[in-house]
């Protein structure tokens, strides 16, 4: 068989990209993680903390702690389980005149995402809090899913580090636009924030999902459906794929360090710094002072960032440099709890997280497996990224606890350091 004819036998969905991405796609892609974003990260930052105070102030830490891991374990089933579906989605099967494999799913679990964040708002009871938050998360990790697997599927190697930095500012800005939607313009009104970001979640998708392609996957290049091979969807080999392995858990470790340190920072302003007794700002909008000059920060590194690890090729390197000023922030708010302290830990960890949120999602990509299991990769990956939010919780309540907010942030820069140490442990990305 000629180098051509095999060429022409892979499937366009399957193949490695080639033709660098239009503005517009990127824009497309942008516009649905911000939506995406700013519904999942607003409530555990700030919508969660002020509803669950409001339902049992007595026992908040306790009750964010739970809420809040029982919907990352919903994230860590649902993530490789839908990207394993719309992998092997083929245009046989339609959805809202979508043929493609991922477009299909990110609208249904936008849309189901939607109507639970609804119902959330509304609810009275940490049980109910608790129940519809696992909904809401495992929908909107379905969409992750699909999401994420974007990049992989359309965006060739040498432009991806670029691209991963204008679509990961999304992830920091959808959490500042978030967090002035509920605390500003609708005053930390629970339900009508909830209310706001469901309608948002799925509005800002339709552009992506009508407006570009999505590679068709013909039913002969599908693979033959088992629920064993379902069920593997959560495990990828570490001996057959050491550098997929070193690169889940960098991304495991980078995430847990994030994960720690920004649980209770509205609780650290309020009970600790005693921001509206020293400073005469309440602390829901110290928050949003803190989440805005991070979100500056990660958007003036994160496309810088990704341009040079693009041209000079040292993503590892960069990735390296991301956690350390992100293990700096978390040492600072160790031993200095001022609200000066928290404004210069702001600025380092949006420097460290830009740089890392570019960088880190170029280097997974190119150590997947199989161009056939993108999605169901990414999935596993992301378990990395969502899983983190269950065993940080579990995590940090009982060190703030025991050791008071300075042991959360001493254990959070330990953490942020060897996930920034073992990604040199990467042999197949410069």
Not at 41 to 59: F, G, N, S
Not at 86 to 98: I, N
Not at 121 to 134: L, M, R
Not at 139 to 167: C, K, M
Request: include cysteine; hydrophobic fraction near 55%; proline fraction near 5%.
């Amino acid at each position: 068989m000629t180098e051509q004819s095999t060429e022409q036998a892979i499937p366009r969905a399957l193949a490695e990209p080639s033709v660098h991405v239009k503005a517009g796609w990127v824009t497309g892609l942008s516009l649905a993680s911000l939506g995406m974003w700013m519904a999942s990260l607003t409530p555990i930052q700030v919508i969660l903390p002020i509803q669950l105070q409001d339902i049992d102030a007595r026992h908040k830490i306790q009750a964010l702690a739970i809420v809040s891991a029982v919907g990352a374990v919903a994230s860590v089933l649902a993530t490789p389980i839908a990207g394993a579906l719309s992998d092997r989605t083929t245009h046989a099967y339609g959805f809202g005149g979508l043929r493609g494999r991922r477009h299909r799913w990110t609208l249904s679990m936008a849309l189901l995402a939607a109507i639970s964040m609804v119902f959330l708002g509304h609810q009275q009871t940490v049980a109910g809090v608790a129940i519809f938050w696992v909904l809401f998360s495992a929908f909107q990790n379905g969409e992750y899913a699909s999401l994420s697997a974007a990049i992989p599927d359309h965006v060739p190697v040498r432009q991806r580090a670029t691209v991963a930095g204008w679509v990961g500012m999304p992830q920091a800005l959808g959490l500042v636009l978030g967090t002035i939607l509920a605390v500003l313009v609708l005053n930390s009104d629970v339900a009508s924030s909830y209310e706001l970001l469901a309608v948002l979640v799925f509005l800002m998708v339709l552009p992506f999902v009508f407006g570009t392609p999505d590679h068709p996957l013909e039913p002969e290049h599908r693979e033959a459906f088992s629920w064993r091979r379902l069920a593997r969807a959560y495990w990828i080999s570490p001996r057959q794929y050491p550098d997929f392995a070193w690169a889940w858990l960098t991304r495991f470790l980078m995430s847990l360090a994030i994960a720690m340190g920004t649980l209770y920072l509205l609780y650290f302003l309020r009970d600790k710094v005693k921001l509206e007794a020293h400073e005469h700002i309440p602390a829901a909008t110290g928050l949003l002072i803190l989440i805005v000059i991070y979100t500056v920060c990660v958007v003036l590194t994160a496309v810088v960032w990704g341009v040079i690890s693009d041209r000079k090729r040292k993503r590892r390197m960069i990735v390296t440099v991301a956690g350390l000023f992100i293990a700096l922030a978390a040492v600072l708010l160790t031993v200095v709890e001022t609200w000066d302290a928290a404004l210069l830990a702001a600025v380092l960890f949006g420097g460290g997280f830009g740089a890392y949120l570019a960088v880190d999602q170029a280097l997974i990509t190119q150590v997947l497996p199989a161009a056939r299991d993108r999605a169901k990769d990414l999935g596993v990956i992301n378990i990395a990224l969502v899983g983190p939010a269950a065993i940080g919780a579990g995590i940090a309540g009982p060190l703030v606890t025991i050791g008071g907010y300075p042991t959360l942030f001493a254990a959070t820069a330990v953490v942020a350091i060897l996930g920034s140490v073992l990604v040199w442990r990467i042999k197949s990305v410069p």
